[in-house]
């Protein structure tokens, strides 16, 4: 690919002054250049050496990176070899130098409640020359740069201040995109205030925002970002960041008004309880007796024969509490366990449940191979328990159970890979929501469980079905009481939602915004296998199209010394259709688009494990290498 990628992307370089060109591949790379010398300012993959030559252009002393991401500094390695000097930010170090550590750690696999530094850490190495923070100097080919702290799109970002051309040039990283949008926002999923990563939807904007503010303070001529188009001009760099704060403020303040962390938190938005937006909480209601909690997050449907239909298994705990109700003669036996969502606490204790009460389990149909084949995915909060799915419900699957009449669904709210379930009886209808709702409103404040902003898609699909179906309760598994939802309230949360997608459409710079908010529109599948060494590795590709037109996807592996691709890579595209629903399978009317590719290992190898990468192109947008799987051999 090498020769054939210079020739067709060499024609990028545009010139924003005399001595400064941008390569715009994945990212802006940047190219200062001074007396037949240059300087880089992060390098994706599409620029190498080749392709400097075929510019016409030196090969860097030095490139400073903005960030550890490897979007950014996947070109870096073809500069390495040939002397090249890296300069990073001081607090990513590790992320560079020690990236080793990242993948063999099982925190970065298992139960994932982190989402900083995020996935995108480089498959390879990077040893750092200079390790630099906010208020640092560097000198490079006579150009004196300033480093300034600016984080926000990752914890450790840094930005580079300079003169050159007469001209005040800050590269700012993925500060801002174009005229005050953010090329996505689940990477700003981060702690803040009193919650960590996992409830912390853009919770790094507090620090972003500031770090914007650092840049206005300088008072910059031309404006670099690391995606998106260059801004020239104090007066136009001015107005695109007070755009992108009252956007992020019109979000934060349509996002709060309607959130279940209102309810989990409530001191949390102490400076926005009088907000008229605020939706007022819906009336908490006790449960009937029928309906008992266990422990954790964990019910017990109660026949009037002394039957127990659980829904949830997070832990030992409830096993144990269980199996004590059944000696005191509480319950007679556990018949069955509906699992609401793929989630660790509310899996976990399946496999002891399973050996202690032989029950089947029963999930919406969207969730059974995670809860068979965790290893395939990799997801917030996943647990490496798996289990053998006795039964699969299809959408608005009816059956009787006792006296009570069960009615299962698709539930995508707290994550895509939720169900729901309607239990009729003793007079009630009661739904159980799992964890996506709460008396003040949703549970979506965590971007990469997927939640999703098209119509009939995440919550608008929840609103219709609460909608239609209008329970006496509705049961969230981590609250003691139910709750109900007027028409009202369904309004309202509604109206809001299309409010969020017309504030999104501003601040998001996709045809549709869940691009900037599903993390996961691209994945491999499986994320995660073991083969013997000689033996191909087999991975799919898997496209989520949210927009309205058909694209072309396209992807390219990375692959490892001593690794080779089995199939042409002219098989390595499809077309995907639009508004696929969201994962591949048979059951889906619109299904995703699956690529596949098959790599096969060396013989022998001393990496462990191997990590590769996968280039992909949405259009003719290349995108770097987004995603990677991991791979085992033995």
Known sequence: MGDCKSMQLHKKFYQVSPNLKIHAGAVNSSIITMHEKAVMIDCDDTVDPELLHAAGLPIPSSILCTQHRRTHTAGIPAFLILGTKIVG????????????????????????????????????????????????????????????????????????????????????????????????????????????????????????????????????????????????????????????????????????????????????????????????????????????????????????????????????????????????????????????????DHVDGLIDLIEQFKCPVIVDQHLTEILEHPDRFFLPCISPVHVVVSKSTKERERWQWHEFALTAMHLPGQTYYHGGLLVEGHDHKIFIAGDSASPSGIDDYCAPNRTFLRENTGYFKCISLWREFMPDIIVNNHQEKGFTFTLDHLAYMEGQLHERVRILKKLIPWPDPTFGLDESWIRVYPFEQTIKAGERALLEIHFTNHDTQHVQARVEPVLPEGWSLDLEPNSLSASVPPCTEGMTGSFLENPDVAIPVACRSPSRSRKQPVVIAIRAWWGERYLGPVRHAIVHLR
């Not at 040893?127 to 150009?143: A, H, N």
């Open 89 to 344: 930010p001081k607090s990513e170090r590790n992320l560079f130098e020690k990236n080793g550590t990242y993948w063999k750690d099982p925190i970065n696999r298992w139960h994932i409640y982190h989402h900083q530094p995020g996935p995108l850490v480089p498959t390879t190495r990077i040893p750092l020359s200079g390790k630099v923070r906010g208020g640092d100097e560097i000198k490079c080919e006579d150009i004196v740069f300033t480093v300034v702290d600016t984080p926000g799109i990752t914890s450790g970002s840094v930005s580079y201040s300079c003169e050159v051309d007469g001209y005040k040039m800050v590269f700012c990283g993925d500060l801002i995109y174009g005229d005050g949008q953010m090329v996505d926002l689940y990477s700003m999923q981060a702690a803040y205030r009193e919650v960590g990563d996992y409830h912390g939807f853009i919770g790094s904007k507090d620090l972003l925002v500031a770090s914007v503010e650092r840049i206005v303070a300088l008072h910059p001529d031309i404006l670099i970002p690391s995606h998106g188009p260059v801004l020239h001009g104090f007066d136009s760099i001015q107005q695109a960041i007070s755009a992108l704060k009252t956007r992020f403020s019109s979000l934060w303040l349509n996002y709060v008004s309607i959130s279940a962390l209102n309810f989990y938190f409530p001191r949390m938005f102490s400076d926005l309880r009088t907000d008229p937006q605020r939706m007022v909480p819906a009336i908490q209601i006790e449960l009937p007796s029928f309906l008992q909690r266990v422990t954790g997050t964990s019910f017990i449907l109660l026949s009037d024969d002394g039957i127990a239909f659980l829904i949830d298994c997070g832990s030992r705990d409830v096993v144990k509490r269980l199996k004590q109700w059944q000696d005191q003669g509480k319950i007679k036996a556990v018949e069955a366990c509906w699992i609401t969502h793929y989630h660790d």
